[in-house]
């Protein structure tokens, strides 16, 4: 089949690699143009592009497609069978999506209508979901609208966090849309009425507010390392919290959140056992700025944290 391939993350990789190797042909890899990283900021290509470029594959970086009739006509020129689209980051317009002849198939990391929009992943582990998957959808000019054609669901456990639920979709991905190219199941409507989003990250996402209880913290520390990252101030600067647990009773077997005069945030012992609204966290792994990732104890041994310590919210 002469396809695209429409992607920019790491998460697009598998799917891009299962395709060439399913014997598809690749007319054309869509990504987004590279983008400054690093402390030199210098160009870097997307993971897809450098993938795409190992296989051999050509590339096309437009800045934008929406008004670019330009890049609209080269599109159709490519006369495809399908395009896939996998975390692409641009917005295909009306004329892109009929195209194709069997059109436009979205690898969306969500159970949809549960979490459509850009951080599909992150909202299921904040909302303390007890499974994720991918949908395979054929896209349409709304939000992650379109007819589902196939699902496949992966558990999330207590303690997976961002990265491990990341790799899990992706290769569940890439093996769901080799097969709904190969066998084109029947699309089934979404429902609209039980649709969800998850607006894309900021900064802002990833602050800790020790008023809310341990295990809401503990689900914004997996769900927000490693980007934005879970911070919280200390000493007035603003460290990373990468890994966590959270907890009902302190040994003594009292309840954490009935301790007198505990203010959130505070440090109830010298483990870095932080005071929440309800229960504790502990912390488990923390970074300072610009210094590798540390367990706790190695942490301490560096900079102790006392009893009484208050770690305060970052202002953004």
Not at 274 to 298: E, K, N, S, T, Y
Request: proline share 9%.
């Amino acid at each position: 089949m002469r396809i695209a391939f429409m992607g920019t993350p790491e998460f697009a990789v598998p799917a891009l690699r299962a395709l060439h190797a399913a014997g598809h042909e690749v007319a054309a890899v869509y990504t987004q143009q590279p983008r400054p990283a690093g402390r030199g900021q210098a160009l870097r290509a997307s993971p897809v592009q450098r993938e795409a470029e190992r296989l051999g594959l050509p590339v096309r970086t437009p800045a934008r497609l929406k008004r670019d009739e330009a890049a609209q006509q080269a599109f159709a020129a490519l006369a495809l069978d399908a395009a896939v689209v996998a975390a692409y980051g641009l917005i295909l317009p009306a004329a892109m999506l009929a195209a194709p002849a069997r059109g436009c198939l979205n690898v969306h990391a969500s159970l949809l209508p549960r979490w459509r929009g850009a951080a599909p992943i992150q909202a299921a582990i904040l909302a303390g979901d007890g499974e994720t998957g991918i949908t395979i959808m054929q896209m349409e000019q709304g939000l992650d609208t379109g007819p589902m054609l196939d699902r496949g669901t992966v558990p999330i456990g207590p303690g997976d966090g961002f990265a491990i639920l990341h790799d899990r979709l992706a290769e569940l991905g890439s093996r769901m849309i080799v097969d709904a190219l190969a066998c084109p199941p029947s699309p089934v409507a979404q429902d609209d009425a039980l649709a969800t989003y998850a607006p894309r990250l900021t900064r802002a996402d990833g602050r800790l507010d020790w008023r809310q209880d341990a295990w809401a913290l503990d689900r914004r520390v997996r769900a927000m390392t490693p980007w934005p990252g879970a911070v919280a101030l200390l000493d007035d600067t603003a460290i990373k919290i990468v890994a966590s647990t959270p907890l009902q009773r302190p040994d003594d077997g009292t309840t954490f959140g009935t301790l007198p005069g505990t203010i959130p945030g505070t440090a109830l012992d010298d483990r870095l056992t932080i005071a929440c609204g309800r229960g504790a966290l502990r912390i488990d792994r923390l970074q300072w700025p610009g210094r590798a990732v540390l367990d706790a104890d190695a942490f301490l041994r560096g900079r102790p944290v006392p009893p009484g310590t208050v770690l305060n919210v970052v202002q953004v």
